[in-house]
């Protein structure tokens, strides 16, 4: 269980009533991560959702060749900053993520145990709902500035750096 | 207004009830689009929610203008595939559409007119959770399919 402030502080819980803050709050764990570690790995089961309080996160996914592993690429495509959501396949059948997230720096976290999470939509349909909505709000986001990355590097190839296309060996 | 048994072909319209069932198909059509045709355009208002029932669909997203030239043509997003759904912008805020849908052959839709079932989520928490649960799941994998497009172009 967290403190109840620490849910008051992130934006993205603003919808809640207290009762569901209090209930958000009984599911959740406080998390400190160092710089250059990784909170979750693409391709990993998807028990928790998170939500950054400080410090920011990198997202970022491999490219394999096959046969060629010196050619290993990471690609950090966005980043996360304090108060937003990530990890949200925790919430999508089949639970995997399809990225990772690395801490960029020292963060703070909360983690929501996202079968509990689950439990709770199941018996408060608002709660459901205004969840379900805020973070279908953030996707809707990330994808527009994921689709004007794209295009960006498509027009202008020879500039081929982009807000976030960090890419490193 | 549709049969209830166009909907409960699809998976997802199993989780409704019957009450939810005959709300959404009182606000649903059937339309055949012939190859080639746009259902709508990026950045247009979304007012209207699909589901693909036979043939097939093609999401993309036309290209930055440079100022000498007018057409840079568009990037291939995604394939739409029969029980999809797409067209999500119309129940997920702004309700803008974030890419142009064309029928890439003959393709048959259910369409859902999505000021009113936008109405029937104020009425019905659990209908608002169950469509933009999906609407979701449809976003992130749109965003994992752009993901690997930027990785293409860039590695």
């Given at each position: 269980m967290?403190p109840l ?6 934006r993205?819980?603003s919808f809640?009533?207290p ?5 958000i709050?009984?599911i959740s764990?406080?998390?400190q991560v ?6 979750y ?10 939500f950054?309080?400080?410090?920011n ?6 490219i394999e060749?096959e046969?060629?592993?010196e050619q290993?690429?990471?690609i950090?495509?966005?980043?996360v ?10 919430l999508i ?6 990225s990772?997230?690395r801490?960029?720096?020292h963060c ?11 439990e ?5 349909d ?6 379900m909505?805020q973070a279908?709000k953030?996707?809707e ?6 689709l004007e990355q794209l295009a960006?590097v498509w ?13 490193r060996e | 207004?549709?049969?209830?048994e166009?909907?409960r072909?699809?998976p997802f319209?199993?989780e ?6 005959i709300s ?6 059937v ?6 045709t ?15 029932e036979?043939?097939?669909v ?8 440079k100022?000498?030239q007018?057409d840079?043509?568009?990037?291939a997003?995604?394939?739409v ?5 797409f067209g999500?912008?119309?129940i997920i805020?702004p309700?803008?559409?974030?890419a142009t849908a064309?029928?890439a052959?003959?393709?048959?839709v ?5 000021i009113?079932?936008r ?9 608002a ?10 976003a ?8 690997v497009q ?6």
């Amino acid at each position: 269980m967290i403190p109840l402030e620490l849910v008051q502080k992130i934006r993205f819980f603003s919808f809640l009533n207290p009762d569901q803050q209090k209930s958000i709050a009984e599911i959740s764990e406080e998390k400190q991560v160092e710089a250059g570690a990784m909170i979750y790995k693409e391709k990993e089961r998807a028990d928790w959702l998170y939500f950054l309080v400080s410090g920011n996160v990198d997202r970022l996914f491999t490219i394999e060749v096959e046969f060629h592993p010196e050619q290993h690429k990471e690609i950090v495509y966005g980043e996360v900053i304090p108060g937003e959501m990530f990890g949200i396949y925790a919430l999508i059948e089949p639970r995997i993520h399809s990225s990772g997230a690395r801490a960029a720096k020292h963060c703070e976290l909360i983690k929501i145990d996202a079968v509990r999470l689950l439990e709770l939509f199941e018996k408060d349909d608002q709660l459901a709902y205004d969840f379900m909505k805020q973070a279908s709000k953030t996707i809707e986001k990330r994808l527009n500035m994921t689709l004007e990355q794209l295009a960006s590097v498509w027009t202008y190839p020879q500039d081929n750096v982009v807000p976030f296309n960090k890419e490193r060996e | 207004m549709i049969s209830l048994e166009n909907l409960r072909r699809y998976p997802f319209f199993g989780e409704l009830t019957h009450a939810q069932l005959i709300s959404i198909a009182s606000i649903s059509s059937v339309e055949t689009y012939p190859a080639g045709t746009t259902l709508f355009q990026k950045d247009q208002p979304a007012n209207t929610l699909y589901f693909l029932e036979t043939g097939s669909v093609d999401l993309f997203y036309p290209l930055l203008v440079k100022a000498d030239q007018n057409d840079l043509g568009e990037i291939a997003l995604n394939e739409v595939n029969p029980g999809d759904p797409f067209g999500i912008g119309s129940i997920i805020e702004p309700y803008i559409y974030p890419a142009t849908a064309r029928t890439a052959k003959s393709s048959q839709v259910i369409k859902i007119e999505a000021i009113p079932l936008r109405a029937l989520f104020e009425a019905d928490k659990r209908l608002a959770y169950l469509f933009t649960r999906l609407a979701t799941k449809t976003a992130v994998e749109l965003l994992d399919a752009a993901r690997v497009q930027l990785a293409a172009a860039i590695a």
